[in-house]
Nanobody, 119 residues
Framework: QVQLVESGGGLVQAGGSLRLSCAAS????????MGWYRQAPGKERDVVAT???????NYTELVKGRFTISRDNAKKTVYLQMNNLKPDDTAVYYC?????????????WGQGTQVTVSS
């Protein structure tokens, strides 16, 4: 049973910082691309940032220069450092991972963690 467990959400004032973590557990062959998505009330879930197992990262334009995604392959963990947070960043943040359970690939989601930015 593969699980993604997130932590690090909370309430912060505009301009503040938070760091999200997501750890994968269970039996699998490899973790491929990992990412963070977010869903604000009444809106669709959108990608925030992704990172390959080689460390290549991509960001939505909305967070470039403010958020940094990273991963520790030995710890099977992906991080999202969020700086200069804005009220528009308020959302539930979900971790996502593309995982190989030989010979197939599966997509897994975390349970979500609330990030609230006050003005």
């Amino acid at each position: 049973q593969v699980q993604l467990v997130e932590s690090g959400g909370g309430l912060v004032q505009a301009g503040g910082s938070l760091r999200l973590s997501c750890a994968a557990s269970g039996k699998f062959f490899s973790i491929n691309t990992m990412g963070w998505y977010r869903q604000a009330p009444g809106k669709e879930r959108d990608v925030v940032a992704t990172i390959t197992n080689g460390g290549s990262a991509n960001y939505t334009e909305l967070v470039k220069g403010r958020f940094t995604i990273s991963r520790d392959n030995a710890k099977k963990t992906v991080y999202l450092q969020m700086n200069n947070l804005k009220p528009d960043d308020t959302a539930v943040y979900y971790c996502n991972a593309d995982i190989t359970i030989w010979p197939r690939q599966y997509v897994y989601w975390g349970q979500g963690t609330q990030v609230t930015v006050s003005s």
